[in-house]
Structure formats: C-alpha cells, structure tokens
C-alpha cells in the first residue's frame, strides 16, 4: 500500500510510510517475505541532522531484537541503531558507503540501511508499532521540541 | 588608466549557532584575509538577503566561491538569486566525509578539529581563486575569467 501519514510542527513536515512496521526508535521494518527491509523513519533522519557517516553490520552478522545494527554519524549527533527484529543480515544497502546523504533524500525508498533473514518475524513484529500508533509517538517527541534542523 | 583586478567574492552561510555554519565562516576569514586577501572580498549573506546595493553589485559583477554549512544551501541559493555566477560550491558537510578526523564541535569557539577543517576549506578556496585569477589582465569584465572555468 503506498501512501504516507502526516504531521506538520512548526515549518517541518514528517512522514510516516503506511506500509510497514515501525520501532518507537524510529527505525523501520517492512516484510518482502522471509527478508525484512530496514530503515530510518523520516522523523528519525529529520531530527538527526544531515548524515555524514553511515555504518551498517556487514552481510552476514546476526543480529538480536534491540542489537546495534548500525550507527550513523550527523552534523549534530551519533546515533546507534537497534535491530527492529533478530535474524542475519543479508544485504547492506552499497549506496550509503559512497552517498549517506541518500537516508537523509528518500528514507523510506533508496535510503534503506539493509535487508535481514528474520528468525522469527510473527513474534518480533508483534513489537513494533503500526504506522497509526508510531504517528502518534512522533506527535509526541515533535511536541516535546525535539531539535530538528 | 588602471583598473581595479577582478576578485572573487567568497560567501559563506549564515548558519549562526551550528558548528558546519561557524566553519563556513572561519573558512571564508582564512581565505580572505590570510590565503588569498588581494584576489578576494569577503561577502556577508546578511547584506545580500538585505539587498544592500555594493554587495549585490560585488556579487553581480564578479565570480563567486560559495560555502554552504548544511543542506539548505542558503549562500548557494542567494548568490543565485542575485544574479551572480558561480565558480565553485563548497558543501562543509562533503569535506568533512574526506576529511572524518576533523569532526568540527563548538558554536562561540570551534573546536581544533573544526578549525583545521575550516583551513582544508579555505585552502581549497585559494587554489580554486588561483585559478580563476591565473593570468587574468586587469579587466572591466571580471566575468571573462569564469567563462574558461564553467
């Protein structure tokens, strides 16, 4: 389903995609069968500042619930991302090693960080909050004057 | 009777209170004053947005470096916008990715880091003035310079 849900504050606007799962961090998780395509929601990228550095774990790693799968270096902050589920990473996204810039210009498309094989996506996305519910929680840190730049 | 030499304006950002901003320009004071100061005339983005008539006439009638200390890409856009011809835009954010070592940190005060960067900038700025500047007579049209470089 293609589509955004919305919040303006102040002059930024933040988009939630609807068609995937989102942890309260603000990293997303949106299932291709057995391989789940993560990322950095809009509000998430927004509030951290341009990205200058994005780290993924290599192919390969496994990963558990909460486990740091990659850290990104902004102009303001260094933020370390936990995994949204458990599973082995299959695939890093090879256009963040040469233009991190990507998260920062289409977040919920070419920005995704990587692809991982769930060892079990019906009980870890049972976690995550639906696109509705993970509005509200960026309603809520926007409210509390989150800095964005 | 003797011309004024065409100089290259240099325009950094206005980012008042963001580490990039403050680099951009620190650069510009490097490049202006110590590098290159007989090749160049610093340009505050202030008086552009303002539309003081001696800077938007410095912007019109020579070539312009621009820095830029995040995304929005104001000196960019008000050069621009001013009518002005650019020879080189400099994004503090795309020297940082080469240079990961000088991470800039403090607003008031940058950090070492930030002011080391600031002088990879500026240095930048004089080899592209020295370029522009390379074997350029004392011209009424300034702009003939950047016509080879565009």
Not at chain 2, 7 to 16: A, D, L, M, R
Not at chain 2, 70 to 98: H, N, P, W, Y
Request: glycine fraction near 8%.
């Amino acid at each position: 389903m293609q589509g955004f849900l919305e919040v303006s504050v102040d002059k930024f606007t933040f988009k939630v995609a609807r068609d995937r799962l989102y942890a309260e961090e603000g990293v997303w998780a949106r299932s291709e069968g057995e391989r789940i395509r993560v990322g950095l929601s809009d509000f998430l990228q927004q509030s951290s500042g341009d990205i200058a550095f994005a780290e993924v774990k290599p192919a390969g790693t496994p990963v558990r619930l909460g486990e740091e799968i990659a850290t990104i270096e902004t102009v303001k902050v260094n933020v370390s991302l936990g995994s949204p589920l458990a599973g082995r990473v299959m695939e890093v996204n090879p256009a963040l090693q040469s233009a991190p810039e990507t998260i920062n210009k289409d977040p919920y498309g070419d920005g995704w960080l990587a692809i991982i094989e769930a060892s079990d996506w019906p009980v870890d996305q049972r976690r995550l909050l639906t696109p509705e519910a993970y509005l509200e929680v960026v309603k809520r840190l926007a409210g509390e004057g989150v800095e964005v730049p | 009777m003797s011309r004024a030499k065409p100089k290259v304006v240099i325009v950094p950002c206005s980012g008042i209170g963001k580490p990039y901003g403050t680099v951009s320009r620190e650069a510009a004071y490097i490049a202006t004053e110590e590098l290159s100061p007989d090749k160049t005339q610093l340009v505050p983005l202030s008086l552009l947005v303002l539309g003081d008539s001696q800077t938007r006439a410095a912007v019109a009638q020579n070539v312009a470096v621009t820095i830029d200390g995040c995304k929005l890409a104001c000196s960019t856009k008000m050069v621009k916008e001013s009518g002005g011809t650019i020879a080189k835009e400099i994004a503090v954010l795309d020297v940082f990715r080469q240079h990961r070592d000088l991470k800039p940190l403090g607003i008031a005060e940058l950090n070492p880091e930030g002011l080391k960067l600031a002088r990879v900038i500026a240095e930048e700025i004089a080899r592209q003035v020295d370029d522009l500047t390379a074997g350029v007579p004392d011209s009424p049209n300034p702009r003939k310079a950047v016509r080879k470089h565009a």
